[in-house]
């Protein structure tokens, strides 16, 4: 006996809506390939990278793991068409094949997990726990602006977290790089001109090397008589590591972190420079621009990047010269005054 499944008034025919069998199979096999930690650790590194690839001798340090055990999960991912390699002398390099790349966008993008800090509880994973912790962020963030509407700090806030996203890895403190993010745009967009501090702004295309430099040479030397931001027309997910040890010894690295280029940035600022980016900046009516042709450090030697400190040390010094005339700055660069 045939027993009849269909619900009263229902007209079987055709499931012209459901996904082609053979597709379903090929999205099944994609996701198949995916569903493992260290692959989806091994997407975010190469996505993240600003050369869009990475070399299989990066990779072994994503976990304790072997070359092998990397080179296997490599091979899965290359056999789905999610990568694509090429040797290059004795290494071989995988950059993301271009019919993947949204999909893996989206994954890192939506699904990626974010680790909380302490101030917003222990990590937690899923995209409904990072959806309730930036209603949170943004009501905490609405109650220390009040003269800006609601809804404003909402979509930048929860805009802000989207944009780092995009280029962050996949252990990287979303939540806590978005609050201090979004505080940043929020005083931008808060800002009085007439009553407030000059604010520069550094642009490069990383803002992982020159513009995060040049900022923090302005807070070494003017303090909080100055307000220096940085940005990027296409911001790597960390901050070059020689540019990062320079940093360090100006004690300015705790802040540091590459952030997009926003247009409320461009509109708070007195004066913008850009380095090296082109001419990605908007043109705003009583803002200066200036352009430093200075060095890339993550193309630098150790001798290099130390010429290129040197170089944007004495642009900071002038730009300063003119922004806050009477403040004392060192003759020997990277001092501090007395």
């Given at each position: 006996m045939t027993l009849d499944l269909a619900p009263a008034g229902c007209t079987p025919g055709p499931a012209t809506r459901a996904i082609d069998p053979a597709l379903?199979?090929?999205?099944?096999?994609?996701?198949?390939?995916?569903?493992?930690?260290?692959?989806?650790?091994?997407?975010?590194?190469?996505?993240?990278?600003p050369q869009g690839e990475s070399c299989v001798c990066d990779m072994t340090e994503l976990g304790d793991v072997s070359q092998p055990t990397v080179s296997h999960h490599l091979k899965v991912l290359r056999d789905a068409g999610v990568l694509t390699?090429?040797?290059?002398?004795?290494?071989?390099?995988?950059?993301?094949?271009?019919?993947?790349?949204?999909?893996?966008?989206?994954?890192?993008?939506?699904?990626?997990?974010?680790?909380?800090?302490?101030?917003?509880?222990?990590?937690?994973?899923?995209?409904?726990?990072?959806?309730?912790?930036?209603?949170?962020?943004?009501?905490?963030?609405a109650t220390q602006h009040p003269g800006l509407p609601r809804e404003l700090v909402t979509?930048?806030?929860?805009?802000?977290?989207?944009?780092?996203a995009r280029?962050?890895?996949?252990?990287?403190?979303?939540?806590?790089?978005?609050?201090?993010?979004?505080?940043?745009?929020?005083?931008?967009?808060?800002?009085?001109?007439?009553?407030?501090?000059?604010q520069v702004l550094f642009v490069c295309v990383a803002n992982a090397g020159r513009s995060?430099?040049?900022?923090?040479?302005?807070?070494?030397?003017?303090?909080?008589?100055?307000?220096?931001?940085?940005a990027g027309s296409t911001p790597a997910a960390q901050l070059h590591p020689s540019v990062r040890a320079v940093l360090d010894d100006l004690e300015i690295a705790p802040e540091a972190f590459p952030k997009p280029l926003t247009d409320d940035a461009v509109r708070a600022a007195d004066v913008v420079i850009t380095m090296g980016c082109g001419d990605v900046c908007?043109?705003?009516?009583?803002?200066?621009?200036?352009?430093?042709?200075?060095?890339?450090?993550?193309?630098?030697?150790?001798?290099?990047?130390?010429?290129?400190?040197?170089?944007?040390?004495?642009?900071?010094?002038?730009?300063?010269?003119?922004?806050?005339p009477d403040l004392s700055i060192p003759t020997t660069p990277g001092s501090t005054t007395s």
């Open positions: 379903a199979v090929g999205v099944a096999t994609t996701l198949k390939a995916l569903a493992d930690p260290l692959r989806v650790r091994i997407l975010s590194l190469i996505s993240a990278s390699s090429e040797r290059r002398g004795t290494w071989v390099w995988y950059r993301i094949t271009e019919r993947s790349r949204p999909a893996v966008t989206a994954l890192l993008d939506s699904f990626a997990p974010a680790a909380l800090d302490g101030a917003h509880g222990e990590p937690r994973g899923g995209l409904l726990d990072v959806d309730d912790v930036l209603t949170r962020l943004a009501t905490e963030l979509a930048v806030t929860r805009e802000s977290y989207a944009a780092l280029t962050a890895t996949v252990s990287t403190h979303l939540v806590s790089l978005t609050e201090r993010f979004a505080r940043q745009r929020l005083a931008d967009l808060g800002r009085d001109r007439a009553a407030s501090r000059p995060q430099l040049a900022a923090a040479l302005v807070a070494h030397y003017a303090g909080d008589r100055v307000v220096a931001r940085s908007p043109i705003v009516p009583g803002v200066r621009y200036l352009d430093w042709q200075v060095g890339d450090p993550a193309l630098a030697s150790v001798e290099g990047v130390e010429a290129i400190r040197a170089d944007i040390d004495a642009r900071v010094r002038e730009l300063l010269s003119t922004l806050v």
